[in-house]
């Protein structure tokens, strides 16, 4: 119904197909953000990310797979694509980050685009983590023909570390000193116990008399000197060092100086293991002056917090900020964004979304939002997304970008960071086309959006009485269980998909009714049978060597193999990313008795089939 209500007339159309395109991507121009100019923007976006509507983010990697069967391909479950993502976002690594916070009121866009070059490097040489990453020649080329300056982005790339990296290096971190925190109740102290905290309360006080003396001597200029240096200071201020050897001992220390909390400060004295090697008690000479002190240490351990965290200082302000996040391939980037500023990926993906979602508990993604207006799902970039809409709605969006820069900030000439303001521009128009049909909904953005929100499945819905089914597309979408594929591998090489359809018509009656062929990569192919149960059947008759079947038993005589689809996932379960999807699948076949193929879960969802993303080998 909405779509019917929303279609424009055709006469509308007209008039928007000839508004001349002035071709609005060179007018854009986006913020580039650097290393050197990183503290100044971050401080100028707060306001911009804080009184947003949405908050479009784009991301440009070094890669995405290695080999064509490891990238999402339309039949992977959801289980599936989630594990060629981990696995890519562990592999690959993040050279620009495009972030656009802006605000749609009526027709008008107002977008704060910025693009940040990222490198990770060990900046506080601590050691951790130790960052490797692989390449795609394929995205580096098309990075260089876009002018993007290397050289730039490694020696002026602003570098980051995930939470969980964070916590790592403070507890490994041996250069700088940390404030105690309060002790909580001690068991019973034993005799050693007594024993220990008597020396130190002696020796706190013998400590802090002799300071207290000193203040009131006039002592000559060098004799000042050599107390300072048995009494010892911390800065301006007297401080005495405490040994220790335990964890109880530290215990024990903390808990004696609340009788001194008047005007000592208790520090830790981390070891570069992330161990305590001693406590540091700092003596204040006024209550002022204790407050000065603590608030000294707050703006130093924020200072070193800040030039730990680099860039995920944005990505903590996005997610305080709790506003949508509009993304192109919400699976693939927030994966990335986990994995880089958050902590490791988890195993599955249930837990992914679990994780996330404390972080970011509302994102979209424009694959899902597009399919509402185009549920063939043939619209996978935004060109083609954009040119769809223009010629079906009449959603005119004036963008206005008020930021400003020097040249070099704006890289006028260049288009480094404008996905981010396409992402931007295209969601605009499919937010005021679906707020128009929805307009019993008040403003309130979670409402008019609640059913796009926070999909994470490949292009895929939630089925109630299906199955894992799968779209085969050979002209038109058809739904088909898991059940119903098969994957060959082994057939003579150089073999098109059409080749090797005809000599599988030839080989099994199973071929006699309708099937799909297609090249997953040049060493393997998947089936996909119209009719149920005839891929068992056909697994069956190869398992028997082809018995009765002339025509396959030559065919496996040949090499021919093949699996069902639970082997492929063990494949993507058992992470065997060898190069050929065939050596792979060999290797699952041949450790089927430890890991048998039927072990893993089943899951009810859809999963869609699109040629467009299906690596046709006929074509190459």
């Not at 940390?178 to 109740?185: E, I, Y």
């Not at 953005?445 to 894992?468: H, Q, R, W, Y």
């Not at 990569?521 to 008759?541: E, H, Y």
Request: glycine share 4%; charged share 25%.
């Amino acid at each position: 119904m909405m779509k019917k209500r929303l279609f424009c007339s055709q006469a509308s159309i007209q008039i928007e197909n000839t508004v001349k395109n002035t071709n609005l991507s060179k007018k854009w121009r986006i913020k580039q953000v650097k290393k050197s100019n990183f503290s100044q923007v971050l401080e100028e976006m707060k306001p911009h990310i804080s009184n947003s509507d949405f908050i479009a983010v784009s991301l440009q990697k070094t890669g995405s797979y290695s080999s064509p069967w490891q990238r999402v391909l339309p039949f992977d479950t959801p289980e599936i694509a989630y594990l060629k993502a981990k696995r890519s976002s562990e592999n690959f690594q993040l050279l620009q980050f495009a972030i656009c916070p802006f605000t749609l009121r009526a027709s008008k866009l107002t977008a704060y685009p910025y693009n940040f070059h990222l490198f990770p490097r060990d900046e506080l040489k601590f050691g951790v983590p130790s960052y490797t990453f692989a390449c795609q020649t394929s995205y580096l080329t098309s990075m260089a023909r876009l002018g993007f300056d290397f050289n730039s982005c490694i020696y002026d790339g602003i570098s980051y570390v995930s939470r969980a990296q964070e916590s790592s290096m403070k507890r490994h971190s041996g250069n700088s000193m940390l404030r105690a925190n309060a002790v909580q109740a001690l068991p019973a102290t034993s005799v050693a116990d007594a024993v220990y905290i008597e020396r130190i309360r002696s020796r706190i006080k013998t400590w802090k008399s002799a300071c207290k003396d000193s203040k009131r001597l006039q002592e000559d200029p060098l004799v000042k000197a050599l107390r300072k240096v048995v009494l010892g200071e911390h800065g301006s201020r007297p401080c005495l060092d405490v040994d220790v050897c335990s964890e109880r001992q530290v215990q024990l220390v903390l808990e004696l100086m609340k009788e001194h909390s008047d005007d000592i400060v208790p520090l830790l004295i981390p070891t570069k293991r992330g161990g305590i090697q001693g406590l540091r008690m700092v003596l204040t000479s006024s209550k002022e002056d204790k407050i000065l002190f603590e608030k000294e240490l707050q703006d130093l351990e924020e200072g070193q917090v800040k030039n730990i965290r680099g860039f995920r200082e944005v990505i903590d302000l996005i997610s305080a900020s709790g506003k949508p996040v509009i993304a192109h391939n919400s699976l693939d980037d927030f994966a990335f964004i986990h994995s880089k500023f958050l902590s490791s990926l988890p195993r599955s993906i249930d837990e992914f979304k679990h994780s996330l979602s404390s972080y970011f508990p509302y994102i979209i993604d424009m694959g899902h939002l597009m399919n509402e207006f185009n549920p063939s799902g043939t619209m996978n970039n935004m060109p083609a997304a954009s040119s769809f809409l223009r010629n079906r709605f009449f959603a005119p969006i004036d963008i206005d970008i008020p930021l400003k820069g020097t040249p070099d900030e704006m890289n006028e000439g260049k288009i480094h960071g404008h996905n981010v303001l396409q992402i931007s521009h295209l969601f605009a128009k499919l937010y005021s086309i679906v707020k128009r049909g929805q307009q019993h909904i008040n403003e309130d953005n979670s409402l008019v959006l609640k059913n796009f929100a926070n999909i994470f499945d490949p292009c895929s819905s939630p089925l109630e009485n299906f199955d894992e089914d799968v779209r085969i597309s050979s002209g038109s979408m058809i739904r088909l269980s898991c059940d119903d594929i098969v994957f060959l591998w082994g057939f003579r090489s150089g073999l098109s998909a059409g080749d090797l359809k005809t000599l599988l018509c030839r080989s099994h009656e199973a071929f006699s009714a309708e099937f799909d062929v297609k090249l997953v990569d040049k060493s393997c192919a998947v089936v996909a049978f119209r009719q149920p149960g005839l891929a068992g059947a056909f697994i069956n008759a190869m398992g028997s060597g082809g018995a009765c079947h002339e025509g396959l038993m030559e065919l496996i005589a040949e090499g021919l193999r093949s699996a069902n689809y639970e082997t492929y996932k063990c494949v993507c379960n058992m992470s065997k990313w060898d190069s050929n999807l065939a050596d792979s699948l060999d290797q699952v076949m041949m450790s089927a008795d430890q890991f048998p193929v039927d072990s893993y879960e089943r899951s009810p969802y859809e999963i869609w089939w699109d040629d467009n993303t299906v690596l046709n080998l006929d074509d190459v």
